[in-house]
């Protein structure tokens, strides 16, 4: 399972969101969780007025120390609830690469920054990255949605998204039932080892779903999902059921979310790979948008 757990944060209280999740996690599992951010050591928005400061180094300065200090704070928490915690900052005046024609700074600055995460997640293997959907905005400062969006479309590690506005979900860590839709395909079918490992360390109901616009019952879908679900028992999770439902795929399983708001969505996609591709299947992209709760995907 995950001896590593990645957590970009950008010190606002919606990012932050991610945190009751990773203590939850570092707790059941054991793993290490590293802290960092990746910041601009000199955004814009300290400097709408050339003569604001004396010094644009004393104002770089502070403004690290208050990121530090917010890092900080978010690993002393950890450590307190027994989770092994390190802190780590990433100036991206340390990222040599400047903007290519015709990009923008912001632009760049987010590319960057997914760079970075999905670079420093590869050092590792059984690492997973956790992240939130919503952070703080604003000329010079990065959008994790942003961020996210891109490195979610680029990693190969798993990767646990929050969404920390907008929706039903508990938000404090709990994640009593893992929903997996599955396809019938491979591809699909791996994300199962990971949805197996947690719901035993976290004693999560398991719940293999399949999702279909045809309105016909399936017969050979229902026996499918449960010949997965005997191997599962086997494996060690006291609790799998199999659901079939109709409609669009993507709209049934959100649904199925917002009736389980401690629930986990577990699920492959289809993606390219490359930082300049940004592809995603339409049902993991809309799932992670509009879930109910907390998304882990694993590209496909």
């Not at 860590?173 to 976290?202: F, N, Q, R, W, Y």
């Not at 409609?247 to 199925?256: E, F, M, Q, R, Y």
Request: proline content about 5%; some cysteine; charged content about 25%.
């Amino acid at each position: 399972m995950y001896k590593r757990i990645l957590v970009p944060l950008d010190g606002s209280p919606l990012g932050d969101r991610v945190l009751p999740y990773v203590r939850m996690l570092g707790r059941k599992l054991e793993a290490k969780v590293e802290l960092f951010r990746v910041f601009d050591p000199q955004p814009e928005f300290f400097y709408p007025n050339p003569f604001q400061f004396q010094e644009r180094h004393e104002a770089s300065v502070r403004y690290r120390e208050e990121v530090m200090t917010t890092l900080g704070m978010a690993k002393t928490q950890l450590e307190r609830a027994g989770v092994a915690a390190t802190a780590v900052l990433h100036g991206l005046d340390e990222t040599p690469e400047e903007p290519a024609a015709g990009v923008e700074k912001d632009e760049h600055v987010l590319r960057a920054a997914a760079e970075y995460i999905v670079s420093e997640s590869e050092k590792q293997p059984d690492t997973l990255i956790v992240m939130s959907t919503h952070g703080r905005s604003g000329v010079g400062r990065l959008v994790m949605g942003s961020v996210t969006d891109k490195v979610l479309h680029a990693t190969d590690k798993p990767l646990l998204i929050i969404r920390a506005e907008g929706n039903d979900a508990i938000l404090d860590g709990t994640m009593g039932h893992i929903i997996v839709p599955l396809d019938g395909s491979d591809l699909a079918e791996h994300i199962l080892p990971h949805a197996v490992g947690l719901a035993k360390a976290l004693d999560a109901k398991m719940c293999l779903v399949r999702a279909t616009s045809d309105d016909k019952t399936d017969a050979h879908e229902r026996d499918h999902l449960e010949r997965l679900a005997e191997r599962i028992r086997a494996e060690g999770v006291a609790e799998v059921e199999g659901v079939v439902l109709h409609g669009d795929p993507a709209t049934a399983i959100v649904d199925l979310t917002h009736e389980y708001p401690d629930a986990l969505v577990a699920m492959t996609t289809h993606g390219r790979s490359g930082m300049g591709r940004w592809l995603m299947g339409s049902v993991a992209d809309r799932v992670v948008r509009y879930a109910a709760g907390p998304v882990l995907v694993l590209r496909g």
